[in-house]
């Protein structure tokens, strides 16, 4: 059974004289039961069925997505938007994905949100088509997510061909901003699915974007590998002038623990658009070995008080987690379908979606412009950050107008760091 | 790729041979003496590593120096269990017996899935960070300790076996575990000194792992499946040919990543093992049944 939480309607302190008058309002209301007077009552909450891989393979990035769900909801109150959420675990499962999708909306979901990967979100998307229900896409960055004709889905999240190009374009800003620039490159990238689509994507992209380094060597692992000496050793053989990775997050603590053991210095330790290396254990277990390294992913607007105080209120209720973009993304999406509800004034399915498809939400968490969608339901307003770890936080260096600190690169070598 | 280059992973995989070797001591030690098959190697090892980094994060003793601790836990764990249980199934078919340590190697793993959760765990000394540098040569300390130890570890093993009563008692009851019967020996507490020094191997090799390997509790069948390779490689039964064993894997690991690529580095530990097999069924080191 999903478990559902509520949040009502904004509802402050009431006077003598209102609270007289609401007394004298119930009175007439039960004894002549009049119909104009229930209609003017707050219209109920969205019911929002929330589908995550909170158990599973990707339980970790599941239950950070969870979090963002479920930490902005006073925030949303506030906002003066109802809604109530219909949690399921798809447990990290196209299929159970498919089947909670049919389960919520049987229990009365007027709204789909999730489910962080493609393949889940693709079989639910299915589900919501066949279904008529709006379907609000926190992450999910395969193509035909939008590109496949879906009438009932809005995606608020980049595609992987958009995140990849973003990712690879930002070494131009990168260089010009340092004045630094490297002629070539090592790339270590994890071999599961996620990381072989990265490395197909920079493989077709590298020639077109007249990058000014060249990849000199490849090197694949597995992400559950226990130990990465040699890998590092290969890479550290190659010369290159600065790493790029595209790992997750045990791998890349790994890989960077390796790295100060062998004494590789490079100009920088970089992911063209991976997880890893903003997460808080990261930070944590390397310490010192952390700051400098970075990733170029669509990120928090450190210029947006949304954003500003989604992190102030996860912080404190997760002092332990990272808030990441997994959570500024589901917290958007939240947000997506709470505003559509707000405007379309009902839960009727079709009034939500042609609500969503007028979304345009200017204070957001996220960097980038308002959140819109286009004919395809995607939301084209998206960029992505140079996001580097100084002072012990992920911190926006890229682009300037967003940048909280200003970028260092080449790095400092690892030896003689405090 | 040059000579440098080489020099160091070749270092890099001897080093970690000789703690894969430590390792499979235990299951060697134990399958030596009682032909029991420990299916649950891997499991007591992440059990050795999670005290290893509970004496380190409760009360702040590192995992070398509490190494003798961590192993006479594993022993007096290792003991019980053999006295208490596993004998009684020492004469059932050998079925039985995997079945046996199967449910136990499973007990344990979703014990440590109960208490401790799916995250990975690490023990982060500034040794972590650290390396030794030898003209070209640069060896990461943790390996060199870890590997110093294994090789300690292993010395007093042969020592005990060789020279003194015990030792010479339990080689007694593997030769001819009748006749330890007949001239008195108490061949159960034997066995249970047995697997509770098996067990001890682990737990040393437990404690040495968890400055290298980051530890869950789904790491034990990587690490079954690991050691039954060493020993067989080196020959079920013989304590030097678990540390051969070790040392080979370690070497063709990283070699074979280095000379061909690293995703594929486990694949030529089984290649390895299949050429052993045709070639020399009773392993390296091993005796002919």
Known sequence: MSDNITIPPVSKGI??????????????????????????????????????????????????????????????????????????????NPDTGRTQAEKLIREGAQMLMGCFDSATTLAVAGVAEQKGIPFVV?????????????????????????????????????????????????????????????????????????????????????????????????AKATKADFVMTVTRLNDAILLVREMVKQQMDTMGVTSPGSPGMYDKQFLKALGKYAEFCSVNIPWFDPKQEVGNHLSQIFDKAFPEESCDLNVGFTFEAVLIAADAHKRAGSGDPQALTEALRTTNITKRAMLGGAITFD????????????????????????????????????????KGRT | MDATFFLNVTSGGLLTG???????????????????????????????????????????????????????????????????????????SEHIQFLLLLSIAIIITNVMMMVFGPDARS???????????????????????????????????????????????????????????????????????????????????????????????NLSSDYTLLGFIIVILGGLGSLGGALLGGILVGLSEALSGALIEPSLKSMFSFGLLILVLLLRPHGILGKKP
Do not use: W
Not at chain 1, 34 to 48: D, E, G, H, Q, T
Not at chain 1, 388 to 413: D, H, R
């Open chain 1, 15 to 92: 006077s003598r004289r209102q609270f007289t008058a609401a007394a004298a309002t119930g009175a007439l209301v039960s004894t002549a039961g009049l119909p104009m007077i229930r209609s003017a009552r707050a219209a109920p909450p969205l019911k929002l069925g929330v589908l995550l891989p909170r158990s599973g393979h990707l339980a970790l990035i599941g239950q950070a997505c969870q979090r963002g769900a479920e930490v902005g909801l006073p925030m949303l109150r506030d906002m003066g938007y109802a809604v109530e959420l219909m949690n399921a675990d798809t447990e990290s």
């Open chain 1, 138 to 234: 926190n992450i999910g960055s395969e193509p035909k997510i939008t590109e496949q004709g879906f009438k009932y889905v809005f995606r608020n999240f980049p595609s992987a061909g958009t995140l990849g190009k973003q990712g690879l374009m930002l070494y131009k800003d990168i260089f010009a901003t340092s004045g630094v620039t490297p002629k070539t490159a090592v790339l270590l990238h994890i071999n599961d699915s996620f990381g072989m689509g990265m490395l197909g994507g920079i493989n077709a992209l590298m020639p077109k974007l007249d990058l000014p380094f060249t990849i000199v060597e490849t090197i694949a692992y597995d992400p559950k590998a226990r130990d990465l000496s040699i890998e590092v050793a290969k």
């Open chain 1, 375 to 414: 004919a395809k339901g995607q939301n084209v307003n998206l960029p992505s950050a140079v996001v580097q770890n100084l002072g012990g936080k992920p911190t926006v260096v890229l682009p300037a107008e967003s940048a909280e600190a200003k970028l260092v690169f080449p790095m400092p070598a690892f």
């Open chain 2, 18 to 92: 000789l703690v894969y070797g430590l390792m499979a001591l235990g299951l060697s030690v134990i399958f030596g003496v009682m032909r029991v098959v420990n299916f649950a190697h891997g499991d007591m090892m992440v059990l050795a590593m999670y005290t290893a980094f509970l004496l380190f994060t409760k009360l702040g003793i590192e995992p070398v120096p509490a190494l003798p601790l961590v192993a006479g836990i594993l022993f007096v764990f290792g003991y019980l269990l053999q006295r208490f249980l596993i004998n009684r199934f020492l004469g059932v």
């Open chain 2, 123 to 217: 023990i982060q000394l500034d040794a972590s960070f650290e390396s030794y540098s030898i003209g070209p040569l640069v060896l990461d300390k943790v390996r060199v300790i870890a590997a110093v130890a294994a090789g300690g570890v292993a010395l007093l093993l042969g020592a005990f076996f060789r020279y003194t009563t015990t030792g010479t008692a339990i080689r007694a009851c593997a030769d001819n575990p009748v006749g330890a019967r007949v001239v008195g020996l108490d061949v159960e507490n034997l066995y249970a000194v047995t697997f509770g020094i098996g067990a001890a191997c682990v737990g040393a090799a437990g404690c040495l792992l968890v400055l290298l390997v980051d530890v869950h509790p």
